[in-house]
Each structure stands twice: as structure tokens, then as C-alpha cells.
């Protein structure tokens, strides 16, 4: 028998006695829901409290990097890695410390907080921006190769003109001058022409040029009266 067909008592009956058939179907989901909003709800409130609690440590972080506290950044750099890795706060805090070491000397300190913090980064422009910081150390150590292959590691849309300029130096440094003057040419493309930084790799760009030519120079004839000295 079809239920449109039933009066409204019938209806009513079988209603009710579908309720009473899956009661405790339907408690165990009015339960599960109520229990997965809270624990929703619990979660959320619970995210708000770790993203401030780690900006709050961040913070201390950098009112001791102004103050030069360099012991006092890597503690709280610590204790941001240890404490919330999976948030913003903790791989800007590594960068900092990077920072930190390069201004002491201390390059092998930079290149393990770059390295964390490339590794933690889960927002992509943040990981190539540590990823390129760490190319800059590694060719401050001497290692060009490894700059190169850190910075080819980096989307092309990201940070086109550091990348640029970072690999025009490591090819510098490698002695292939070709490449490193393309590689600046590239910067170059991508910066606009009042960005502060424009004119100095020109300048690298330049330099390029100027050491090419010295080297491409035939050496001065002798003079004829050096000649005759020398007969």
C-alpha cells in the first residue's frame, strides 16, 4: 500500500512506530553530532589559543633581537620549534636566528635554522624564501654548487629577481661567466626600475663585463726602445 494513499491517522501510526523501531539509531546520531560539533568547536578554540600563544612567544623572540640578546633568540627560537613547528611563527622565528648567526659569523648556525625552516614552511613563497636564504649561506660557505641547485629548486614565479641575482653569483663564482651574465640579465628583467636594489646588480652585471674585457685584452706590444734595451 503506497503512504500517500493513507489517511492522516494511518500516517501518524507508521510514524511513529518507525521512531520507535530506530530510537536508538537515531540517539546514537543525534549523539555523534552533537558530540562531533563540540569537538569541532573544541578544535577551533584550541587553534586560536596555539596561533596566539606562539605569536606571543615570536614576539619575545624579536624584542630580544632588537635588544642584540642573541642567546635570548635562540632560546625562544627553541622553544618556538619545539612547542608550535606546525605554525608561521616558528619559521619566521628559525629565519630570524639565521639572521643572528650570520651577524656573529656563524654561518654553519644560519645554514640549520635555514634548513628548518625551509623543511617546516607550509606556505610556498615562505619555503622558497628560506630556501633562497639558505642558497645565500651555502655560497657564503663556498659551496656554489649547492647554491645553484637550491635556487634551481625554487618555482620560477617565486622571488624571480633574488633567484636571479643569487644564481648570477654562484656562476660567477663557479668562473662561467656567459651564464652569470644571463643570469643577472634575468634579474634584472624583473625588477622594476626604481627598485632599490636595481642598480647593484647592474653594477654585478657590469663587472662582468669590465673583467671580460681585461681578459680579452692582447697584452701591450713592447716599445721599440724597450726592444733596444733588451737586444
Keep these: 500500500m503506497s503512504f500517500d494513499v493513507l489517511d492522516e491517522h494511518e500516517q501518524g501510526e507508521l510514524v511513529q512506530k518507525w521512531l520507535r523501531e530506530n530510537a536508538l539509531s537515531i540517539a546514537i546520531g543525534v549523539a555523534l553530532g552533537l558530540v562531533l560539533i563540540f569537538g569541532w568547536q573544541q578544535w577551533k578554540a584550541h587553534r586560536v589559543r596555539h596561533?596566539?600563544?606562539?605569536?606571543a612567544q615570536y614576539q619575545a623572540l624579536a624584542d630580544?633581537?632588537?635588544a642584540k640578546h642573541d642567546d635570548g633568540v635562540a632560546k625562544v627560537a627553541e622553544t618556538l620549534r619545539k612547542d608550535f613547528p606546525d605554525t608561521a611563527y616558528a619559521v619566521f622565528a628559525a629565519m630570524r636566528e639565521a639572521d643572528a648567526a650570520t651577524a656573529k659569523g656563524d654561518l654553519a648556525g644560519a645554514a640549520t635554522a635555514l634548513s628548518w625552516?625551509?623543511?617546516?614552511?607550509?606556505?610556498?613563497?615562505?619555503?622558497?624564501?628560506?630556501t633562497l636564504r639558505l642558497a645565500r649561506v651555502k655560497l657564503?660557505?663556498?659551496?656554489?654548487?649547492?647554491?645553484?641547485k637550491l635556487v634551481d629548486g625554487v618555482p620560477k614565479d617565486d622571488y624571480a629577481a633574488l633567484a636571479g641575482e643569487l644564481r648570477g653569483d654562484a656562476l660567477s663564482k663557479l668562473g662561467r661567466t656567459d651564464d652569470a651574465r644571463n643570469a643577472y640579465q634575468d634579474a634584472l628583467s624583473h625588477?622594476?626600475?626604481?627598485?632599490?636594489?636595481?642598480?647593484?646588480?647592474?653594477?654585478?652585471?657590469?663587472d662582468l663585463a669590465s673583467a671580460s674585457t681585461k681578459i680579452g685584452a692582447p697584452a701591450a706590444e713592447s716599445s721599440p726602445t724597450t726592444e733596444k734595451r733588451g737586444s
Design 140 to 148: 657564503a660557505q663556498g659551496d656554489a654548487d649547492g647554491a645553484i
Design 64 to 66: 630580544a633581537a632588537d
Design 191 to 206: 625588477l622594476d626600475a626604481q627598485a632599490p636594489n636595481r642598480g647593484f646588480v647592474q653594477m654585478k652585471l657590469d
Design 51 to 55: 596561533s596566539a600563544e606562539a605569536a
Design 117 to 130: 625552516a625551509q623543511e617546516h614552511a607550509d606556505v610556498a613563497g615562505l619555503k622558497s624564501l628560506a
